[in-house]
């Protein structure tokens, strides 16, 4: 056997054990379900300040405006970390039964938060998020970290 095949053969055989091992390495489908989201603790969050900013213009109605914009950002990004846990999921995130169920808002009533106490929230929020981004990759990290960075925004410039 020349040198040439002997190098030939055991690239092949290089090859084969890499793939092999890359198979092996490989998780199923179970291993990925055991595991929640990690987007589904943004996703209540997102909703729960939502819920919060709403409930917040009864008490400070000079806020208003302010507090519906945060409202309706948070209400944004709930559809949009719904719409990524559904995809993810395997499920089709236009169908109108993922919809729903991803879109809903809880339904216990919130004690109207003081403009103070929103501000807090969003601050853990942002934290919470920013942490999130850092053990992410690709489009889920780019994602939860424009929510960081708005939710920044939102405490700097609207609650200001």
Same mark, same amino acid.
């Given at each position: 056997m020349s040198r040439r095949t002997a190098l030939r053969f055991g690239a092949v055989v290089v090859g084969f054990a890499a793939a092999a091992g890359a198979a092996g390495c490989a998780g199923t489908d179970d291993d990925r379900t055991a595991e929640p989201d990690p987007l589904l603790t943004a996703l209540d969050a997102a909703r729960r300040d939502?819920? =919060?900013a709403s409930a917040a =213009? =009864?008490? +400070?109605?000079d806020r208003a405006a302010a507090l519906a914009v945060i409202a309706s950002e948070r209400t944004a990004h709930a559809d949009a970390l +719904? $719409?990524?846990? +559904? #995809?993810a999921a395997g499920e089709d995130p236009n169908s109108p039964s993922t919809t $729903? $169920? &991803?879109?809903a808002t809880p339904t216990t009533p919130v004690t109207p938060p003081s403009v103070e106490d929103l501000r807090a929230m969003l601050a853990e929020s942002q934290r919470g998020a =920013?942490? !999130? &981004? #850092?053990? !992410?990759d690709?489009? #889920?990290a780019g994602l939860i970290g424009s929510i960081s960075a708005a939710l920044g925004t939102q405490q700097a410039v609207l609650l200001r």
């Open positions: 939502a819920q =919060a =213009a =009864a008490v +400070a109605p +719904a $719409t990524e846990i +559904a #995809r $729903t $169920t &991803a879109s =920013a942490s !999130l &981004a #850092r053990t !992410l690709g489009y #889920r």
